[in-house]
């Protein structure tokens, strides 16, 4: 199938968006000039768009019922090209009552309490993962060998994927995400894993386990309260967003503890530092760089901005998360800082469910790694460390380690 998206008209003198970075360890440069003044239009693969910078506006933003996350609605901005299957994304693309409900039904699994009791299981892979690391090869790309197996293997184990299936969905959703990707080669990976959730959940239903899936589909499905496709929808939303946003988040968090030796021997020296310090790389990295979009569906005004009904809006995680105003020297890591007020899960009706989760998987994970091999450094070798270009979620393709 080919995917010909129909670009309409935009105003060539607007900036383009995404804007490019010129330090891959910093968010793009126009930026801090940009959260001086009002929201500003930028040109958009399907049009135009407001970009809102300031921490404050962002936030304000999603917390108002005027701007929605319904992407069937005229001016939506549309940064991934997925194939026209209803509710492609779950409940992350609607608004009010069907999205609570849906929402709703599948938060027992990711509740801070439910996080806290999934800990010593995470521990024990974690360790393993460790423990195969130091067993194997000098030079290792921890991208490979750690950052990207730990939370594919913690929502397979969740979802009741098999393990031997990490793989085939770790280069799924990459193809699925990748801005890269011909539309065709998006196409089919959205349909290969579409057609193997869609049987896993047959099987799950008729042979339900101790899993997310199994409960989902008995509790809901089998009582009409949640439709087959709605279910796949939502097991393809875990999926991808469960392993993808991690596994880059901890490898860019290695590679900053790398660079801070200072700051990562103050977290050796009291692993409790571990937990604030996770908030910090969430903030500094915002790894989510463009596809917080919303449309407007009544008349607002944001920052000084008129923004009309059906304008979309662009929602800049990484520039409000270095907002100075919130964040003096947020430029800067600094792992003793309070950052608390980031916003990199979001904000408002519409916070990643798997935050908890996902804070987690990060502070085991690095506590873990650092204090095992605390020679741990960048290996001395040509491409060390290659940063993920053109993508949704910021992160890196490979990050050779030694120790």
């Known amino acids: 199938m080919t995917i010909t998206p129909v670009a309409p008209a935009v105003n060539e003198r ?16 126009a930026y801090a000039d940009l959260r001086g003044g009002a929201p500003v239009k930028v040109r958009i693969r399907t049009g135009e768009a407001w970009l809102v910078t300031r921490h404050a506006d962002v936030r304000a933003v999603l917390t108002d019922p005027r ?13 991934i090209q997925l194939p026209p299957a209803p509710r492609v994304m779950s409940f992350t693309r609607m608004d009010g009552p069907e999205h609570g409900r849906l929402r709703r039904m599948a938060m027992t699994e990711f509740t801070a309490r439910r996080t806290r009791a999934l800990r010593p299981s995470v521990e024990l892979l974690v360790d393993r993962l460790v423990d195969e690391l130091a067993a194997g090869p000098r030079t290792v790309d921890l991208v490979e060998r750690f950052s990207v197996r730990l939370p594919s293997l913690v929502i397979a184990r969740m979802l009741g994927v098999p393990e031997a299936d990490e793989c085939d969905f770790t280069e799924l959703s990459q193809a699925v995400l990748s801005q890269d990707a011909t539309p ?11 057609q193997y959730l869609d049987g896993l959940i047959g099987r799950k239903r008729r042979e339900p386990g101790q899993d997310l899936l199994s409960r989902l589909a008995t509790q809901y499905v089998a009582t009409g309260l949640l439709s087959h496709d709605d279910l796949v929808a939502m097991a393809r ?24 030796p200072e700051q990562t ?48 809006v662009i929602l800049a995680y990484p520039s409000a998360n270095h907002d100075e105003t919130v964040f003096p020297g947020g430029d800067r890591l600094d792992l003793s800082r309070d950052a608390s007020r980031h916003i990199a899960f979001g904000h408002g ?29 960048v290996a001395d070798v040509p491409g060390a460390v290659s940063f993920r ?15």
């Open 389 to 403: 270009e053109n993508t949704i979620n910021y992160g890196l393709n490979s990050l050779l380690v030694t120790w």
């Open 237 to 260: 939303l875990f999926l991808v967003a469960g392993h993808e946003t991690t596994a880059h988040q901890l490898s860019l968090s290695v590679l900053s503890l790398l660079r801070e």
């Open 265 to 312: 021997a103050l977290l050796l020296r009291d692993p409790a530092r571990f937990a604030p310090a996770v908030e910090e790389l969430l903030r500094y990295w915002s790894i989510t760089q463009d596809n917080q979009v919303r449309v407007a569906v009544a008349e607002a005004e944001i920052g000084g901005a008129r923004v009309a009904p059906g304008d979309g």
């Open 67 to 79: 701007f929605s996350s319904d992407d069937t609605l005229p001016g939506f901005p549309v940064r």
């Open 184 to 194: 065709e080669q998006i196409y089919a990976a959205f349909v290969e894993m579409t």
């Open 14 to 29: 607007l900036a383009a968006w995404p804007m490019p970075r010129t330090c891959p360890y910093s968010p793009p440069d």
């Open 349 to 377: 009706p519409h916070l990643c469910p798997g935050a908890s989760l996902a804070r987690m998987e990060l502070e085991v994970a690095l506590r873990a790694l650092f204090g095992r091999f605390p020679g741990l450094r």
